[in-house]
T-cell receptor
Framework: GAVVSQHPSRVICKSGTSVKIECRSL??????MFWYRQFPKQSLMLMAT?????????EQGVEKDKFLINHASLTLSTLTVTSAHPEDSSFYIC??????????FGPGTRLLVL | AQSVTQPDIHITVSEGASLELRCNYS??????LFWYVQSPGQGLQLLLK??????LVQGIKGFEAEFKRSQSSFNLRKPSVHWSDAAEYFC???????????FGSGTRLQVQP
């Protein structure tokens, strides 16, 4: 199957700082990628849809100014958590593909905000 | 809006026993359905998917699932569980308009020796 990578796999930051997470499709082009968040022992919740060359669309309740998404190329989407706070600590997972192409998920990025 | 329900939060089975994980969905049209497995601290691995056609789908690691439209269900089965199957299992439905997935709350599988 197709491969999606995420970097970093784990990050610890101080409260108030910003953190950038990269999501790359390694062997396919993705005009659309998705960002999910998973709190401990909970399910994945869709945060936003990242669209190549245009603005991301955010789910209700997700602050677009806090979670900045950039999808500058067909193989790279980035999620920047701005002014991170402890409540932003979570597991962030991206995916690409969809429809009958099937979505492929990245390995996730664990963010811990101190 | 679509939704997915996994009624069982936690299931424990003995190694070698059969397994069935339940999944019910709510979706207005013909759904695209998925089962994923997540090991601790890991990403998601696709076990199997249903788009159309044969309602009994085979997946990796000996798993299968059956789509039953009349019951809005897509239950996951395995005839003989291995200790390595212990993980969290998620059922998901795709919003075919947006292509994003809606996940169930997950079922944690524990395998006893």
């Amino acid at each position: 199957g197709a491969v999606v990578s995420q970097h970093p796999s784990r990050v610890i930051c101080k409260s108030g700082t910003s953190v950038k997470i990269e999501c790359r499709s390694l062997d396919f082009q993705a005009t659309t990628m998705f960002w999910y968040r998973q709190f401990p022992k909970q399910s994945l919740m869709l945060m936003a849809t990242s669209n190549e060359g245009s603005k991301a669309t955010y789910e209700q309740g997700v602050e677009k100014d806090k979670f900045l998404i950039n999808h500058a190329s067909l193989t790279l989407s980035t999620l920047t958590v701005t002014s991170a706070h402890p409540e932003d600590s979570s597991f962030y997972i991206c995916s690409g593909g969809g429809g009958e192409e099937t979505q492929y998920f990245g390995p996730g990025t664990r963010l811990l905000v101190l | 809006a679509q939704s997915v329900t996994q009624p069982d939060i936690h299931i424990t089975v003995s190694e070698g026993a059969s397994l069935e994980l339940r999944c019910n969905y709510s979706y207005g049209a013909t759904p695209y359905l998925f089962w994923y497995v997540q090991s601790p601290g890991q990403g998601l691995q696709l076990l199997l998917k249903y788009f159309s056609g044969d309602t009994l789908v085979q997946g990796i690691k000996g798993f299968e699932a059956e789509f039953k439209r009349s019951q809005s269900s897509f239950n996951l089965r395995k005839p003989s569980v291995h200790w390595s199957d212990a993980a969290e299992y998620f059922c998901a439905v795709e919003d075919t308009g947006r292509r994003a997935l809606t996940f169930g709350s997950g079922t944690r599988l524990q395998v006893q020796p």
